[in-house]
């Protein structure tokens, strides 16, 4: 059954992904529920599932215990509804779960590549699950329950074991973690952060939450039969019901109000609110009488979690069913109505206990939870996978291009120096060329690159702005770097020679062989090594072998991974460094990290991998109510500075220094500014360029 579902969903793509484009519900959020949104965090992330507000209130205390330990690996959220992709749980990133389609989950994990998924409750999608076992990608269900849903899969045998083989579970009760293993965790909602209350009131007042049909009805006859009458709040579970309930309270001649069209407080002539509104329900219970919780006179239910409420200290009432959530209702001192002729009663008592009853303290479930998956938050990063298979009958046409392009090496009339990459774009050359450039300060460098995105033409060109010299150049040359633009890259050494450059530093040049150099240095990535497959399939521009050129082998952001390694040729100097913030650039000036204003703040790039942009400054502690993603080396048009304008009116609008290089000096944005830190492998490198420099310092004059 698994197979053909595969097969069906595999057959059936085309048309789910015309649905999605053309269905007015999902088509605003296409990418990302076909596998391709735009990321903002770096591989490795801890991946959490949490379907609904429900489970993201859960998510939210998760992400709370788990972010002490996570050691810096950003957390992703994923969800279903789009009031949940709304909701804030802590997480650095939330976006669509993708179509349970082989293809858009594959490429989906092949992008996103998380250290592991966790499962809150449990959505079991059969192409999601196989594609982390595939992947190795460990798979928890976080305060699993044993609903129909699992009980029917259970029922078909050999089903539900296919299906979550490799899974392990932390169970919320002990019904659970007798028919799935593990040990019973507790109820995970009870922790999570109330929102603040909405709503205000001056009489006694029911809130009923996650209602269902027939419920509405027992409880205005509740309300009626009770004396002094007290406000009751209906929070149906299903907003689809929302009208439903509207046309009853006006069948009723209630005096009723919609939550959306009230302020912060209930008037006096008001005896029913209908709260319309979402994820404002928490909030609620702790200025309430009494709680009542919905689903509980519903037996295919079970009645929904009464956490919610017993942790904000509401007296509970509600109906016979409660087993659908019962590691939850197993220690709640609650008032029954076994039928809805008893629901009067149970109110009185709970309003004569409210007195007596306080908050829930915390229980440390999350705690445990995390304890658990402490393992896990350490597990390494999956690899790389390409990342276009389908493409690589082209990849021997590249491969021609490249063992066809032309050698012939020139000399150049100083020594020179490439800094290149196996793969296109993101590995961080240029910071590399920077550092190189400032080290060897004293031997009056210029860095000298073809100039991407420059206008058109042959010649050289030694100032000028993004659009003359590229927006890379520009950057170095803002920070007093010697740079020089040149297709012909001899000719742009030579025009530096001229203006006293005594040594050239080639940019991005690990391909261009018609220079010979002094020395080569090859940049890595250790998070895309292999650049997802060559060229159509992924972005690796020339064969691993080539690292066998490099004198020096720089490796950012980690280790080099061993299917490198083996490349590396002896007396190879290996260096491993990473980046780290050091400050803003605003209107041309140097600004420390913490002198951003007290704004919300936006941010946007237009470089390679904007998600390492967008991961740096949450890591600063800076919250983005917005970003933006656009192509590396955007060209930013009149209609971009607008946007961009329009934000900076109530937000500090952030970008990266290379996407600064292509706006006014006068944008008012802050560019984030970066050093790079070596970890490993700098005495070798400072020693073999002080031997380059012997080279080009002029030698001594013999004493007399």
């Known amino acids: 059954m698994i197979v053909l579902y595969g097969l069906l969903t595999t057959l059936l793509a085309p048309l789910i992904a015309l649905a999605v484009l053309v269905h007015p519900r999902l088509r605003g959020h296409a990418r990302e529920r076909l596998g391709w949104p735009s990321l903002e965090i770096e591989p490795g992330a801890v991946w959490i599932h949490a379907a609904s507000l429900g489970e993201g209130r859960a998510a939210a205390a ?57 499962l809150i409750e449990a959505e079991l999608w059969p192409a999601l699950l196989a594609g982390c076992r595939r992947r190795g990608i460990p798979v928890v269900v976080v305060g699993a329950r044993v609903g129909p849903g699992m009980r029917r899969l259970q029922a078909i045998p050999g089903l539900f074991g296919a299906l979550t083989r490799g899974v392990t ?17 507790g109820e995970l909602k009870r922790e999570a952060p109330a929102p603040a209350p909405v709503l205000t009131w001056t009489r006694p007042t029911i809130v009923a939450g996650c209602t269902w049909e027939g419920e509405e ?95 904000a200290g509401c007296p509970i009432v509600h109906g016979p069913f409660t087993e659908g959530h019962a590691a939850a209702w197993a220690d709640v001192e609650s008032f029954p109505a076994l039928s809805p002729d008893d629901l009067p009663m149970a109110f009185v008592d709970a309003f004569a206990a409210r007195p007596n009853v306080t908050p829930l303290p915390t229980r440390g479930v999350a705690e445990r939870a995390v304890a658990v998956l402490a393992p896990l938050l350490a597990g390494p990063i999956p690899p790389e996978r390409p990342l276009r298979p389908w493409l690589y009958p082209l990849v021997p046409v590249w491969m021609l291009g490249v063992a066809l392009r032309p050698g012939g090496a020139r000399k150049a009339p100083v020594p020179v120096v490439s800094v290149g990459a196996l793969t296109a774009g993101g590995t961080g050359k240029t910071p590399v060329a920077r550092w190189l450039a400032q080290h060897l ?20 060109r030694l100032h000028g702005e993004a659009v003359d010299l590229g927006d890379e150049l520009v950057m170095l040359a803002r920070g007093g770097l010697r740079v020089a633009s040149a297709p012909d890259r001899l000719a742009g050494v030579r025009a530096a020679v001229e203006h006293g450059a005594r040594l050239a530093i080639l940019d991005d040049a690990l391909q261009y062989r018609a220079i010979a150099r002094d020395l080569e240095v090859v940049v890595v990535d250790a998070r895309w090594p292999h650049g997802g497959g060559p060229i159509p399939v992924g972005t690796a521009r020339v064969p691993r072998s080539w690292l066998a050129k490099a004198d020096v082998v720089w490796v950012n952001h980690g280790p080099l991974p061993p299917p490198l390694a083996r490349h590396v040729r002896p007396g190879a100097v290996v260096v491993q460094a990473r980046y780290r913030p050091v400050g803003w650039l605003h209107l ?31 890591g600063l502690g800076v919250a983005l109510d917005r970003t933006w993603s656009f192509p590396d080396h955007h060209p930013y048009a009149w209609a971009d500075l607008q946007n961009i304008e329009a934000w900076m009116d109530d937000h500090v609008v952030l970008t990266t220094e290379k996407d600064a290089a292509r706006l006014p000096p006068t944008s008012g944005v802050y560019a984030l500014l970066v050093d790079v830190e070596i970890v490993e492998g700098r005495d070798a490198l400072v020693a073999r360029l002080a031997q380059l420099a012997e080279r080009v310092r002029p030698a001594a004059p013999a004493s007399a």
């Open 62 to 118: 998760l992400v709370a215990a788990l972010r002490p330990h996570a050691g810096g690996a950003p957390i992703l959220r994923t969800c279903t509804s789009d009031h949940a992709r709304d909701q804030r749980v802590g997480a650095d990133q939330t976006c669509f779960l993708p179509v349970d389609v082989p293809l858009v989950v594959g490429a989906w994990l092949d992008r996103v590549r998380p250290r592991c998924l966790l």
């Open 169 to 185: 579970w932390l169970p919320a009760d002990a019904a659970a973690a007798a028919l799935l293993g593990g040990t019973p965790l």
């Open 217 to 311: 009805l027992a409880l205005l006859d509740a309300m009626l039969a009770l004396e002094p009458q007290p406000l009751l709040v209906l929070a149906p579970r299903d907003p689809q019901r929302f009208p439903a309930v509207a046309a009853l309270l006006d069948a009723r001649s209630e005096r009723w109000a919609r939550r959306s069209a009230l302020g912060g407080a209930v008037p006096p002539d008001i005896d029913v609110v209908l709260l319309d509104t979402l994820g404002e329900l928490p909030g609620l219970y702790a200025g309430a009488t009494a709680a009542f919780v919905g689903g509980t006179y519903e037996a295919r239910t079970g009645g929904h979690s009464p956490a919610e409420a017993q942790a």
């Open 441 to 460: 300060a004293d031997l009056d460098p210029v860095v000298v690159s073809r100039g991407y995105g420059r206008r058109k033409g042959d010649d050289v």
């Open 588 to 618: 041309g000036k140097r600004v420390p990290l913490d002198a951003l204003p007290h704004l919300p703040a936006a941010a946007f790039a237009g470089v390679a991998r904007p998600e390492g942009f967008f991961q740096a400054v949450r």
